[in-house]
């Protein structure tokens, strides 16, 4: 499996990869449900892009229409690309099938679209996919365990954990920066619990680490917007 990535490097360090973003943007609801795919196993999109992408390349589709709180970041794998055919009026463009793992996510811009749901909260921060590997502990323990971050903002991030954590529980999450670089800590509450993984709100305080997290997130969220 390919990943057509991009590099975020920020301080001399190299955090994380970023699969490359594919913009799927819809004037109305409609429209969003006559290009959405129901025949592919976790649903999929048609997203133009003119750059050239192979079968099982992994990227990001970044959904958005009126009605729509957020733009909406699912991970998604590459059907097939074509090339543009301007006699006939065929875009450049890539059909791609949602991971499995987006489920909730695909499952509730779909209601959304169909009406079925109607209120929404808007997020204060975008949310960034990422699959980077973690230690955390409660707050009020020394010992770490080992976890993943599936999705990332300057306001939190969903965990991936075997540990049941509670709501209101406080925990330290450390990210490991490759190249040899000192781990970044960050005190976080746990805001909510899904089949996926927990939701955890950051909470900056005094110390580097968390300020570096915030630019570096700041820079991410930037480049690709």
Not at 68 to 83: F, T
Not at 180 to 208: C, E, H, L, Q, W
Request: glycine letters at 8%; a neutral charge.
């Amino acid at each position: 499996m390919r990943f057509p990535s991009i590099l975020i490097w920020s301080f001399g360090i190299q955090l994380f990869p970023v699969m490359l973003i594919l913009k799927a943007r819809f004037r109305n609801k409609s429209e969003f449900l006559e290009a959405y795919n129901e025949d592919l196993p976790a649903g999929g999109l048609f997203c133009p892009t003119t750059r050239m992408l192979e079968e099982n390349d992994e990227v990001v589709v970044e959904v958005h229409f009126p009605g729509l709180p957020n733009k909406m970041m699912l991970r998604a794998q590459v059907v097939w690309w074509r090339s543009a055919l301007p006699r006939l009026r065929i875009r450049a463009g890539a059909m791609v099938t949602f991971l499995t793992e987006e489920n909730e996510k695909r499952d509730f811009i779909l209601k959304l679209a169909e009406g079925q749901q109607s209120e929404a909260v808007k997020r204060r921060h975008p949310r960034i996919p990422v699959e980077m590997e973690v230690r955390w502990r409660n707050s009020e323990t020394p010992t770490f365990q080992h976890g993943r971050l599936r999705d990332i903002s300057i306001g939190g991030a969903l965990l991936v954990t075997d540990d049941l954590l509670h709501e209101g529980e406080e925990v330290v999450i450390e990210l490991t920066t490759r190249g040899g670089a000192s781990p970044i800590s960050i005190a976080g509450k746990v805001t909510y619990n899904t089949d996926v993984g927990v939701g955890v709100r950051f909470m900056y305080r005094d110390g580097g680490g968390s300020q570096r997290l915030r630019e570096v997130v700041r820079r991410l969220i930037a480049d690709e917007e």
